[in-house]
């Protein structure tokens, strides 16, 4: 059958994109492969009636809604290659399987690379973490680690500054701070440590100690680590020949269409910040009055 629209990414972008064209009496083909970004995390923040709801439990609960609606179909599989037709999209899955449909949405999200620290993935989402808006409130007033080798590691201690006062700023090897900054961390009373980094080090994901490469060890609690890139999942639009922006992510307008007609892009695959929840799903749900005022204009 030709669907009226097939989203790639069961993320909160794709779901909610799928929900708002169920709801229009559009068919749609969720596809999802089932491998959450954020499948090491214990609970999401900052979407309200949703705050605490652990991704698994945000995934179950969307399914079964979208199970309300006959023309939405979920399919779990991984998509191979997407190619384009004089009538929309014809799209492949790793089982031999073939969908096509008039408009296509990418909400294949984003690949986080973070320093490579010997132990970071023993504690990542358990202890240490990337948003303090997602997971500052459970660390409030604790003695925390922010590591980054980035040129926005500032930024990104006065955000941190707002939920705990005992920071300790680990540059992995990097001279990231001018005389000024540095001077107002000092100030604050924030201790900056710029000798590579060994370890983190704790048991059951519980950080406890912090060991630096010349021996030295700090004791924090938990901490937040700054991706070094965030690299947008769009492998399966590269022979599309998209536009894109200097971040990586699909050129888009304020209705996620792409410079490819029929081809949209939902949450991170079209912004990178801010990743949250509550963002991609509103973002969704955008995209999708667009897809269906397209496709709307075009059959009227």
């Known amino acids: ?15 909610n994109a799928a929900l708002v064209l169920g709801r229009a009496r559009r068919s749609v083909a969720l596809i999802d492969s089932n491998k959450p970004r954020n499948a090491v995390t214990h609970a999401s923040h900052g979407f ?15 399914a079964e809604e979208l199970s309300s609606y006959p023309s939405i179909d979920q ?10 037709t004089e009538l929309g999209f014809v799209v492949e899955e790793s089982l031999g399987h073939y969908y096509q ?10 690949n986080e690379i973070f320093p490579e620290i010997e132990g970071f993935y023993s504690f990542y989402g358990k202890s240490l973490f ?29 955000m941190i500054y707002n939920w705990s006062k005992d920071l300790v700023v680990c540059t992995n090897g990097h001279a990231l701070l001018n005389d000024e900054e540095t001077e ?54 590269e022979n599309l020949g998209c536009n894109t922006e200097e971040s990586g992510t699909l050129k888009t307008d304020e209705f996620g269409r792409t ?32 897809i269906n005022m397209d496709l709307t204009e075009e059959e009227f």
């Not at 948003?131 to 990104?156: A, K, M, N, T």
Request: glycine share 10%; with cysteine.
């Open 101 to 110: 449909a008039k408009k296509l949405v990418l909400a294949t999200g984003v």
């Open 1 to 15: 059958m030709m669907y009226d629209c097939i989203i790639i990414g069961g993320g909160p972008a794709g779901l």
């Open 259 to 290: 410079s490819v007609k029929g081809l949209y892009a939902a949450g991170d695959a079209s912004y990178v910040n801010p990743s949250q929840l509550i963002f991609a799903a509103a973002d969704g749900s955008k995209i999708a009055t667009g």
């Open 184 to 237: 107002k961390l000092v100030s604050k009373g924030i201790k900056i440590m710029e000798q590579p980094l060994a370890s983190f080090e704790g048991v059951n994901g519980q950080l406890e100690k912090v060991r630096f490469e010349d021996g030295t060890e700090i004791e924090r609690s938990g901490g937040f680590v700054m991706s070094k890139k965030l690299i947008p999942n769009l492998q399966l639009v």
């Open 75 to 84: 399919l779990q599989a991984e998509v191979v290659t997407i190619e384009k």
């Open 48 to 62: 309200i009636t949703r705050d605490g709801v652990s991704p698994s439990e945000f995934r179950s609960v969307a």
């Open 130 to 158: 990337v948003c303090p808006y997602c997971d500052g409130w459970e660390h409030r007033d604790q003695p925390l680690v922010i590591v980054s080798e980035s040129s926005h590691v500032f930024h990104y201690v006065k």
